[in-house]
């Protein structure tokens, strides 16, 4: 089993920064790759970023530029620095990580207003 904790979010003006983390527990050996979700209300959940064990990373276009998702294998625990942030992004954010199981963070949310 993974255990998947999310931090960091909350309100910010357009245009601000937010760092969202995500601390990983259990069978982490497992684990790759490790992905930010983001569910905005009346709309599918959608992936943002994504990143494996190397440090190979993957973003939605609507991101590219502005978001950046990182690792510290040491401490479990991957990151999504998102800059320049629009009303758009105003979502739960969701921690995932894919192994011989999908596992999912509780969610966390994210508001940017304008």
């Known amino acids: 089993q993974v255990q998947l904790v999310e931090s960091g979010g909350g309100l910010v003006q357009t245009g601000g920064s937010l760092r969202l983390s995500c601390a990983a527990s259990?069978?982490?050996?497992?684990?790759?790759?490790m992905n930010w979700y983001r569910q905005a209300p009346g709309k599918q959940r959608e992936l943002v970023a994504a990143?494996?064990?190397?440090?190979?990373?993957n973003y939605a276009d609507s991101v590219k530029g502005r978001f950046t998702i990182s690792r510290d294998n040491a401490k479990n625990t991957v990151y999504l620095q998102m800059n320049s942030l629009k009303s758009e992004d105003t979502a739960v954010y969701y921690c995932n990580a894919e192994g011989p199981n999908i596992y999912w963070g509780q969610g966390i949310q994210v508001t940017v207003s304008s």
């Open positions: 990143i494996n064990r190397d440090g190979s990373a």
């Open positions: 259990g069978s982490i050996f497992s684990i790759n790759p």
